[in-house]
């Protein structure tokens, strides 16, 4: 049963964004005071990916746990209301994040992927990841 009416709930969904979430905004700070440059929400790239290195073709997404269906096999049965909408949009969510991956490897981008969590707990790993996808990039191009 959810805790809040069916307004606040709703003003509460409003809320959520789809750019410039917490989470970008943290990875991209973080990746800003190490001197890599990048571009934001790329509408010409598969997926629209939250930060792109457009000449190294190397697509990052930040992901929220909820939203995206981390460890959903376990989690879908923490939702106790509303079943019947959250069930096909989290799995439909899953299926698209596939599928863009999918395009964007076929296409020669380099994916990556960083749960909130791990944006979270762990900023810099995640900088060392993204580090190490432009290296290969400069290595394997020249």
């Not at 991209?28 to 929400?41: S, T």
């Not at 290195?53 to 959903?72: L, M, P, Q, T, Y």
Request: glycine fraction near 4%; hydrophobic fraction near 40%.
């Amino acid at each position: 049963m959810d805790n809040h009416s069916p307004a606040q709930r709703s003003k509460n969904m409003q809320a959520v964004k789809s750019k410039g979430t917490r989470i970008e905004k943290i990875l991209a700070k973080a990746l800003w005071n190490v001197g890599l440059r990048y571009r934001k929400n790329l509408a010409s790239v598969t997926g629209k990916p939250d930060l792109v290195f457009i000449g190294k073709k190397i697509a990052v997404f930040c992901d929220s746990e909820f939203f995206h269906g981390r460890n959903w096999d376990t989690r879908k049965f923490e939702i106790k209301s509303k079943r019947e909408f959250w069930f096909p949009k989290i799995e439909g969510n899953i299926k698209r994040d596939i599928h863009v991956n999918q395009q964007l490897v076929a296409d020669g981008w380099i994916v990556l992927r960083f749960w909130e969590s791990d944006i979270k707990r762990n900023t810099a790993k995640c900088v060392e990841t993204i580090f190490e996808a432009i290296e290969f990039r400069k290595h394997s191009t020249s």
